[in-house]
């Protein structure tokens, strides 16, 4: 019988691709050895500076609530409370169209059986010097040309490897979702690998 492996996924609750890629990554869950972890990075720090279009900087300012609460959540609760707390995040954001509000946020936190009160983190940049460690614990493997998801697992030989994405709609379902895992794991720990990508003609589904 196979040993489960780990594989970590960094991600920040308002990037919708991320959203598809962890769900996607449950599903793996299910038909391969594997046990997911998440982690909070934040599109917030990573365009920190950037020349952005003002749609996207107005984004990025509003950005910082929901990564800043899922650190408190992280540091109250430890880190496996971040599954469900994403999942609610994700459920009101991306399939609700729900606003990054405070009252997204208190429901998100109870949603996931959490304290509510954690929604005051939203405002508060005490979080941020955590938000920003974990961050970089996710970046630094990949670089800061790419987003989220960023993933870093055991390649095929045991080798840890890092890699962004995948940017995939919808998410694979079944034994779809282990091919998906398999090939991905493949080609990331090809030493001297970088990019696989083609025209992006769809937008998400959350199927």
Excluded at 150 to 163: E, K, R, S, W
Aim: net charge negative; hydrophobic share 40%.
């Amino acid at each position: 019988m196979s040993e489960r492996i780990v594989a970590d996924m960094w991600f920040d609750p308002i990037c919708p691709w991320a959203w598809i890629t962890s769900r996607w990554l449950l599903e793996v869950e299910r038909v391969r050895d594997v046990d997911i972890r998440f982690h909070v990075m934040s599109l917030s720090v990573l365009n920190e500076g950037r020349d952005l279009p003002e749609e996207y900087q107005a984004l990025m300012k509003t950005g910082w609530g929901p990564v800043r609460v899922c650190i408190a959540a992280e540091q109250r609760y430890g880190t496996g409370a971040l599954r469900n707390l994403y999942t609610a995040f994700g459920t009101r954001i991306h399939l609700r169209s729900e606003q990054l509000t405070r009252e997204l946020f208190t429901a998100a936190l109870a949603d996931a059986g959490l304290d509510p009160e954690l929604a005051d983190a939203a405002d508060d940049p005490e979080f941020d010097g955590a938000l920003r460690t974990s961050h970089e614990a996710g970046m630094r493997p990949v670089g800061t040309d790419v987003g989220t998801p960023v993933i870093q697992a055991p390649g095929p030989d045991g080798t840890p490897v890092a890699f962004f994405g995948p940017v995939v709609t919808p998410a694979p379902r079944g034994e779809a979702a282990g091919r998906l895992w398999d090939g991905v794991l493949l080609v990331a720990g090809t030493p001297g690998f970088f990019e696989i990508k083609r025209t992006r003609e769809v937008g998400p589904i959350f199927d």
